[in-house]
C-alpha cells in the first residue's frame, strides 16, 4: 500500500463574500494563495482536511464559496466543524462535499471529531460526540489511526486560548489509548504552529489559511506570521511524517493593534 499524502487548512474564516478580512486579512485570497503554495510545493493532489471554522459565523454564503473553490481547483477534501461554524448549515451548503466522519486511506483510518460546544468558544465533547468516538474507534480496529478535532486537548501555554482547551479531554483519551493505535491528533483554533504530547499521543496544531495568534500571550494578539498549512504523509507501516509551511509571498500583513475577532 502507497503513503497517504494529507493536506490541513484550518481556521479560514471565510464570510458571505471574497471581500471579507480577518484583522486586516482578506480571507478568501488568503485561503487561495494556500492552496496555490500546495500546488507549487507538489502537494496539490493531497486529501484535504478542513479542521473547523470554515466560515467567520456559520454564514451559508461562506460555505458554498468554499465549496465552489474546492470544485473549481479540483480537490478532495473532508471536513469538521469548529466553534465559529454550524453543522447543518455546513452539510446544506458544502453540496459538493458530503460530510465524512470516519475516512478510511491506504491502511489508515481517520476520525474527525466534533469539540464545539453551543454559544461557546471553548471545546467539548457532548456524550452523543464521545459514543460516536468509541464506535468509530472499533470500526477502525487494528488500522493506524488519524484523528482530527478543532479544539485543542492540550495546553499551548497562551492563557486565553487555554481556556478554551478542551475540557473533558480525558474521557475521549482513554479511548484513543485503549485503541492501541491512534498515531496523532491533529487540530486548529489555536492559530498558530504547536507540537506537543497528550499523554503518549503527538498533538500537532496546525496555524491558521489566514491570520495567527501570538504565541505564550497572556491576552488575545496576532502575530505577523503569514498564513500557513500542514502537510502530513501518512506511511503503510503506520509511520508518518507531518511539517508545517508558511507562505513565503503572500503580500497581506495582518494588523496586529486588532483586539479580538
Not at 229 to 243: E, F, K
Not at 248 to 254: M, N, P, T
Amino acid at each position: 500500500m502507497s503513503t497517504v499524502h494529507i493536506t490541513q487548512i484550518t481556521d479560514l474564516h471565510l464570510g458571505s463574500d471574497k471581500s471579507e478580512t480577518l484583522g486586516g486579512v482578506t480571507t478568501f485570497d488568503s485561503f487561495q494563495s494556500v492552496l496555490r503554495a500546495t500546488e507549487a510545493q507538489g502537494r496539490g493532489g493531497n486529501l484535504l482536511l478542513l479542521t473547523g471554522d470554515l466560515a467567520g459565523d456559520y454564514q451559508p454564503e461562506a460555505y458554498q464559496l468554499l465549496d465552489q473553490a474546492l470544485v473549481d481547483a479540483d480537490k478532495q477534501a473532508i471536513w469538521l466543524p469548529g466553534n465559529h461554524d454550524d453543522v447543518e448549515t455546513m452539510k446544506a451548503n458544502l453540496s459538493h462535499y458530503p460530510r465524512q466522519r470516519i475516512y478510511e486511506a491506504g491502511s489508515w483510518g481517520m476520525l474527525l471529531l466534533d469539540s464545539s460546544k453551543p454559544n461557546s468558544p471553548g471545546g467539548h465533547f457532548s456524550d452523543e460526540e464521545l459514543v460516536f468516538a468509541e464506535r468509530g474507534l472499533n470500526q477502525l480496529a487494528g488500522k493506524p489511526v488519524l484523528v482530527a478535532m478543532h479544539h485543542s486537548p492540550v495546553l499551548v501555554n497562551s492563557a486565553w486560548i487555554d481556556k478554551q482547551q478542551i475540557d473533558n479531554h480525558q474521557r475521549l483519551y482513554q479511548m484513543l489509548e485503549a485503541h492501541g493505535a491512534v498515531k496523532a491528533v491533529v487540530t486548529g483554533h489555536v492559530h498558530q504552529h504547536n507540537d506537543s504530547i497528550w499523554g503518549d499521543i503527538p498533538v500537532y496544531s496546525t496555524p491558521s489559511s489566514c491570520v495567527q495568534f501570538e504565541k505564550y500571550s497572556a491576552d488575545f494578539a496576532l502575530s505577523d506570521h503569514p498564513p500557513g498549512y500542514r502537510w502530513l504523509d501518512l506511511h503503510a507501516d503506520g509511520s508518518l511524517q507531518t511539517g508545517v509551511e508558511f507562505l513565503k509571498d503572500f503580500a497581506q500583513r495582518c494588523d496586529q493593534s486588532c483586539v479580538g475577532y
